[in-house]
């Protein structure tokens, strides 16, 4: 069963930490994306990659980065988490043909308090 | 710019009866229109696809409708069952920049 991989199911930092969301993927997808989901606004593209050490900004990039430095592992970076990215993060990959979308990892809740 | 629309937040079905989402869309560059399911605290699931050169798709009880002209897609599931209860996302694609719907929760009363 394939699968996307994300390390903390719920996490809890303080404005000002920089956090480290991890996704793995056993699929040899060559895509790997982050979202994030808000309630009322769907699934935000933050950042994604097409391959290694290449990456895109999405819709809104601000106070993230990304790190693809191989081709199973997508890291989302908060330099300096602050409240208003408190949210559900979910990491996806794809093989690129969009006939079967996209497979998400089960998210992480993160509570910037 | 919400490019992709799910205008109901929620939908409630009585078991055995008809579901019927629908998403409204403004790019009309997007290739390829996708459904998922989402369970809380789970990831979203892929439901069922469609290629922007067709106007149906169907799998078991799921069936996607695609209206170009009106810019419009809808998803079906007959007979509607508990487990249906759940968060459906749309999305849409366009060389695999993917855009979704903010979701409409559906409830399939027993």
């Known amino acids: 069963d394939v699968k996307v991989t994300q390390s903390s199911r719920y996490l809890v930092k303080r404005t000002g930490e920089k956090v480290f969301l991890e996704c793995v993927q056993d699929?040899?997808?060559?895509?790997m994306f982050w979202y994030r989901q808000d309630p009322g606004l769907g699934l935000r593209l933050i950042y994604f990659?097409?391959?290694?050490?290449?990456?895109e900004k999405g819709d809104i990039p601000e106070g993230y980065s990304v790190s693809r430095e191989k081709k199973e592992r997508f890291s989302l970076i908060l330099e300096s988490a602050s409240t208003n990215q408190t949210s559900m993060y979910l990491c996806?990959?794809?093989?690129?043909?969009?006939?079967?979308?996209?497979?998400f990892g089960s998210g992480t809740r993160l509570t910037v308090v | 710019d919400q490019q992709v629309k799910q205008n109901s937040p929620s939908l409630s079905v009585q078991e055995g009866r008809i579901s019927i989402l629908n998403c409204d869309y403004t790019?009309?560059?997007?290739?390829?229109f996708l459904w998922y399911k989402k369970y809380p605290a789970e990831g979203p699931t892929f439901l069922i696809s469609?290629?922007?050169?067709?106007d149906k798709n169907e799998d078991g009880r799921f069936t996607v409708f695609l209206n170009k002209s009106a810019k419009h897609l809808s998803l079906h599931i007959v007979p509607s069952q508990p487990g249906d209860s759940a968060v459906y996302f749309c999305?849409?694609?366009?060389?695999?920049?993917?855009?979704f719907g903010a979701g409409t929760r559906l409830t399939v009363k027993p």
């Open positions: 996806a990959s794809s093989e690129g043909s969009l006939r079967y979308g996209y497979t």
């Open positions: 699929m040899d997808h060559e895509n």
């Open positions: 990659s097409y391959d290694v050490k290449m990456k």
């Open positions: 790019n009309s560059m997007f290739d390829y």
């Open positions: 469609i290629s922007s050169i067709k």
């Open positions: 999305a849409a694609s366009n060389n695999n920049d993917m855009r």
